[in-house]
């Protein structure tokens, strides 16, 4: 018989072993359990980063709302003036300044918009409210809310660098030859020449200076037999590339040597507007002194960006905080538009301009919104200009027996980027067709629009692939594109800004009235040849009717809110 082995002596090593394996089932417990809870605080976490995600993309949200308009300051800028006067809008000069981007009590050196925003929460031990709530009774432990801080990535507030020195040509326009000359002799006893500014680095870190463009030299004696016209161009080379003609007359008179005083230079307008920069003249007829010469002073404040950096911090749950950077550019056209009130962008041969008839038809280039006053029409050529000239101005015989205010131009020298040649041209056309797809106002060709645009609000995109005949019913307003022939018909009216890029022009049938408060710009162009130039324009306003074009410097800016203050890039900080 087998007999069972005695494992007393074994029961020290299993107790020992039981225990052994109950802690190592503990330790797995407790690391489980460990696992959870930092599981659930891991989601907790992530959450609150969301959030604070997303408050910082509601923060510059509002940044591009308040920049496009959309908000009225809580105090003036101008308290003289209504909110919707143009010194109380918004525009990124006025975005990146402390001074009129905060409120006056706002001690705050970083430009955040305090003026057009509340913020209301003051956290503790700051001294004064850093964050602007977007729920009830905030708290910081559970609530949600942004900072903002907006600045300019070009500094375009430092300085203004120009000259006036032309390419070719000069600042005065000899009807002898009809040529420009710097300098132009009558008899052999009289001269008068324009000297250039050079290069000139201006500090506007102030926000203005004071400055000049060149000077008249007025020598012998003699008689100006007729006004002579003049235009000193001022190429701005910082912080952009552009140029602006500022234009006028020198008056006819006889002048005696010995007494040179008083020959006088009247300009088409004292007040002129390049980049955002206003630009003042100090007088306004400039007069010679004793000497015979003057200088074109004039004061220049900062350009405006077209670019602005907003900078949200975005405020969570539970201390999360997040930060994201966006470039906002301003519009397609980066600040500049076309440089009269109907411009007329192409060759001489082919051309057709017919103002129209009737005594109450205007064009005027006097701005309805300030004191700028612009080219009522301009070409792109002198031979075109002569067109237009010999249409509305002088004695008749011509069909013209309106109302002409300021005085045409060749603006050839004053095109933006985008209207400097096709290839330009298309690629602003072509960015306007796709924002006129993604909201659902694009026309293909044989589509006809039932609204274009807001004429109230001189606001909307209306994109046409094609002709189009404007009716009163359409309404008219905000940025009107056509790419074949725009037919004016009855009594339409339009506020805003009208692009023509095909062949036909714009033409006027039937009667009625209309009135036009912005810009035209007939620029043809073949989008299957861009390098073939563009095509000669054709406006044709014989067909009958009234019609006023007159420029308004508000509703371009409103019909540029459809295409203003897009998103360039973002970036997580």
Do not use: C
């Not at 040597?257 to 006088?264: A, F, P, Q, T």
């Not at 002129?272 to 404040?301: E, F, H, K, R």
């Not at 070409?379 to 309106?402: C, I, M």
Request: no cysteine.
């Amino acid at each position: 018989m087998q007999t069972e082995k005695n494992r007393e002596s074994e029961k020290g090593a299993a107790l020992v072993m039981v225990l052994m394996i109950t802690m190592l089932l503990l330790a797995a417990v407790g690391g489980l359990l460990l696992e959870v809870s930092m599981n659930t605080a891991n989601v907790t976490d992530a959450t609150a980063e969301q959030q604070a995600y997303n408050a910082a993309e509601s923060g510059i949200q509002s940044a591009i709302n308040v920049l496009r308009g959309n908000t009225v300051p809580s105090t003036l800028l101008d308290a003289s003036k209504p909110a919707s006067d143009p010194s109380n809008q918004i525009n990124f000069r006025k975005a990146v300044r402390a001074s009129s981007s905060n409120l006056p009590s706002d001690t705050s050196t970083a430009a955040r918009l305090s003026r057009w925003m509340t913020y209301n929460y003051t956290p503790s031990g700051a001294s004064q409210a850093d964050r602007v709530t977007l729920i009830p009774s905030y708290q910081e432990r559970n609530g949600y809310a942004f900072g903002l801080t907006l600045t300019d990535p070009d500094r375009t507030g430092n300085i203004i660098g120009f000259n006036t020195t032309k390419t070719s040509g000069g600042a005065i326009y000899d009807s002898r030859d009809k040529t420009w000359k710097n300098s132009i002799n009558f008899n052999g006893t009289l001269t008068i020449t324009y000297t250039p500014s050079n290069s000139t680095i201006l500090d506007v870190s102030s926000g203005s200076a004071n400055t000049n463009y060149g000077s008249f030299q007025v020598t012998g004696s003699g008689t100006i037999p007729e006004d002579l016209r003049f235009e000193v161009l001022v190429n701005m080379t910082a912080p952009y590339t552009v140029s602006r003609g500022i234009r006028g007359y020198i008056k006819a008179q006889t002048v005696l040597l010995g007494v040179l005083g008083g020959v006088k230079f009247d300009f088409d307008s004292q007040v002129s507007q390049l980049m955002g920069s206003t630009i003042t003249l100090d007088g306004d007829p400039m007069v010679t002194n004793a000497g015979g010469s003057v200088t074109v002073g004039a004061n220049m404040t900062q350009a405006e960006p077209f670019r602005v950096v907003v900078s949200a911090v975005g405020y969570g749950p539970r201390g999360a905080r997040k930060v994201l950077e966006a470039t906002i550019q301003k519009n397609f056209f980066n600040g500049m538009t076309a440089p009269a009130t109907l411009t007329l962008v192409g060759p001489a041969a082919g051309s057709v301009f017919e103002p129209g008839s009737s005594s109450v038809t205007e064009y005027s280039g006097k701005d309805v919104a300030s004191s700028v006053i612009i080219p009522p029409i301009g070409t792109t050529n002198d031979a075109n200009l002569e067109l237009v000239l010999g249409k509305t101005s002088g004695d008749p015989p011509h069909p013209f027996n309106g109302k002409i205010t300021g005085t045409s131009a060749n603006v050839e020298s004053e095109m933006p980027f985008w209207l400097q040649n096709p290839t330009n041209l298309n690629g602003t056309v072509q960015a306007l067709k796709l924002t006129a797809q993604n909201s659902g106002t694009y026309y293909s060709s044989g589509q006809t629009p039932t609204v274009v645009g807001d004429n109230a609000t001189a606001r909307g995109l209306t994109f046409v692939d094609g002709d189009l005949t404007l009716t009163p019913t359409m309404g008219g307003g905000g940025i009107l594109v056509v790419t074949g022939k725009l037919t004016l018909h009855g009594n339409f009216n339009f506020n805003g800004l009208i692009l023509v890029t095909g062949t036909g022009g714009i033409e006027r049938s039937g009667g009625g009235t209309g009135t036009l408060q912005g810009n035209i710009i007939v620029a043809p162009y073949n989008k299957d040849n861009l390098d073939a130039g563009f095509l000669p324009p054709k406006y044709d306003l014989s067909g009958g009717g009234n019609s006023g074009v007159i420029y308004n410097s508000s509703s371009v800016a409103n019909g540029m809110v459809a295409v203003s203050n897009f998103v360039l890039a973002v970036a997580e900080k």
